[in-house]
Nanobody
Framework: QVQLVESGGGLVQAGGSLRLSCAAS????????MGWFRQAPGKEREFVAAISWNYYTDYADSVKDRFTISRDNAKNSVYLQMNSLKLADTAVYYCAARSAGYSGLSRYNDQYTYWGQGTQVTVSS
């Protein structure tokens, strides 16, 4: 089993930056792809970014060139650096992990086995 704990959310003004962290514990996750998803009030959970075990990345068009996903396998952690934040980025952000052996990138919720509890990001004008 893998436990994921997100941190780093908060309130920030539009145009500002935040860095989210996700710490994994339990079974080694280094061979599984990791991802960030978000869910705004009244909307479905959506893909934000993903990173494979060998550091390939994928981003939703809405965050490309503003967000950067990274991982540190030695620390069992994945990060999401968010710059130039917009009001539309307000959401609960979730960290997710695919099962070991599934190293490929995915934009689909149901291909991730483990989920964190989420961290709130609020962007104000």
């Amino acid at each position: 089993q893998v436990q994921l704990v997100e941190s780093g959310g908060g309130l920030v003004q539009a145009g500002g930056s935040l860095r989210l962290s996700c710490a994994a514990s339990g079974r080694t996750f280094s061979t599984g792809a990791m991802g960030w998803f978000r869910q705004a009030p009244g909307k479905e959970r959506e893909f934000v970014a993903a990173i494979s075990w060998n550091y390939y990345t994928d981003y939703a068009d809405s965050v490309k060139d503003r967000f950067t996903i990274s991982r540190d396998n030695a620390k069992n952690s994945v990060y999401l650096q968010m710059n130039s934040l917009k009001l539309a980025d307000t959401a609960v952000y979730y960290c997710a992990a695919r099962s070991a052996g599934y190293s490929g990138l995915s934009r689909y919720n149901d291909q991730y086995t483990y989920w964190g509890q989420g961290t709130q990001v609020t962007v104000s004008s």
